[in-house]
């Protein structure tokens, strides 16, 4: 896979501010460039080390990259914010807990912001630990996919205090186009459960309506042309449409990482009791896209099973 970058965007940058970035995936890295090229004094972290280095060597001539550190107690002691973009749970309670978590290292009164797609549980978990911590912590899973982090208009949806989140606000900015406060802790990772429920929707409705019309022969670009500026209008549709008719399916958000996020979903739905039939079905149809070697594939590859 190859480096993730970032698209210069015109922003007003908040105070400078010391932070750290743990997790530098297709999503982290840019976020933390754009941090370091608004000014914000920025030290990373990352699992596999060269990937941290990497970083590092991309963004030595911005304002703000400053160091890589071999752990996350190391890279987030000096921090005021430190922001997290992780895999799951299990990855979350790896940089945050334990001698070598963050927690153990925060400054007394700074702040955890943790943009991984994780449950509501870990992120209540995570807000009592850090309390006991004499810290704080603001679950803000993001939306937008690698171009959105790329180009810095994520949208960032939080749960926690709202003083701490009026802090953290302006200098997470750097990488979107709105952050938002939804609730106490838990609120923001619910929120984006919410959004991965819409999507699962919209791509299988959309991936139907241009199966159907390629077999009534019609020609779906131009379709997509005619029905986008009417009520069927949609990001997915203006996005990801003419590239679901040109069976392409690159473009960011992968299979395996929507089946992640629709799991949590349905475990959320088993504990509130939510009734969620067709985000039920959904899931399963992603189960047979993995099962046609399209794990990697994006999520408009919905389509493939209707071909």
Not at 239 to 254: E, H, I, P
Request: proline content about 3%.
């Amino acid at each position: 896979m190859s480096t993730p970058s970032i698209n210069a965007k015109t922003y007003e940058t908040s105070t400078p501010t010391q932070v750290a970035f743990l997790g530098l995936g297709v999503m982290g890295y840019p976020m933390a460039g754009h941090l370091a090229t608004t000014g914000h004094s920025v030290t990373v972290y990352n699992r596999s080390p060269a990937k941290a280095d990497g970083w590092l060597a991309e963004f030595k001539n911005t304002a703000g990259a400053h160091a890589a550190q071999a752990t996350p107690a190391l890279a987030s002691r000096s921090a005021d914010i430190v922001f997290c973009c992780v895999g799951n749970d299990d990855d979350l309670r790896s940089v945050t807990l334990g001698q070598n978590g963050a927690f153990a290292a925060m400054k007394k009164g700074s702040i955890f912001v943790d943009h991984t797609t994780a449950s509501a549980s870990i992120a209540r978990e995570l807000a009592t630990a850090a309390k006991a911590a004499g810290i704080h912590f603001i679950d803000a899973p993001v939306s937008g996919g690698q171009g959105g982090a790329q180009n810095g208009l994520l949208t960032v949806m939080c749960g926690g205090d709202a003083d701490q989140f009026e802090f953290i606000k302006p200098v997470a900015m750097a990488f979107s186009r709105a952050v938002t406060l939804l609730g106490e802790s838990g609120a923001g990772q619910l929120a984006k459960m919410v959004n991965q429920v819409c999507i699962a929707g919209l791509v299988q409705g959309l991936s139907e309506a241009i199966a159907f019309g390629q077999k009534a022969g019609l020609d779906m670009s131009q379709v997509l042309d005619v029905i986008g500026k009417g009520a069927a209008q949609s990001w997915q549709m203006d996005n990801r449409g003419k590239t679901m008719v040109a069976d392409k399916f690159d473009f960011g958000f992968a299979v395996d990482w929507m089946r992640k996020d629709l799991g949590l979903v349905m475990d959320e739905a088993k504990r509130n009791g939510a009734r969620l039939p067709v985000t039920a079905l959904v899931d399963q149809f992603y189960a047979d896209v993995q099962h046609m070697g399209g794990n990697r594939w994006d999520t408009s590859s919905l389509i493939k099973r209707l071909k």
